[in-house]
Nanobody, 121 residues
Framework: VQLQASGGGLVQAGGSLSLSCAAS????????MGWFRQAPGKEREFVAL????????IYGDSAKGRCTVSRDNAKDTVYLQLSSLKPEDTAVYYC???????????????WGQGTQVTVSS
């Protein structure tokens, strides 16, 4: 099983980024998919969660209103669109797959390697 996150980079404050998470070795439509982030020296933080079909989503408080999670099961890919980025959004962003509907990271079964997002002021 592999979750390959991509799309991170350096962006100025107020800018946007679109992250992708490509899955292989698993049937993506069997999993709820979450996005988390971790900044240096900080704990991992929940960002967004999307249901198996994409009909339901949940967002963490830190990014609510500034991000949109979506998925394309036919392409085995999950997306996270980030907008109005702030320097405090700087972190490594991870995608993860869960067999249950949860925002708790320790309940996720598979994790990607992460993609770095850096927001300059």
């Amino acid at each position: 099983v592999q979750l390959q996150a991509s799309g991170g980079g350096l962006v100025q404050a107020g800018g946007s980024l679109s992250l992708s998470c490509a899955a292989s070795g698993l049937t993506l439509s069997n999993y709820a998919m979450g996005w988390f982030r971790q900044a240096p020296g900080k704990e991992r933080e929940f960002v967004a969660l999307i249901s198996l079909t994409g009909s339901s989503t949940i967002y963490g408080d830190s990014a609510k209103g500034r991000c949109t999670v979506s998925r394309d099961n036919a392409k085995d890919t999950v997306y996270l669109q980030l907008s109005s980025l702030k320097p405090e959004d700087t972190a490594v962003y991870y995608c993860a797959a869960s067999e249950i509907w949860t925002t708790l990271g320790h309940q996720y079964k598979y994790w990607g390697q992460g993609t770095q997002v850096t927001v300059s002021s």
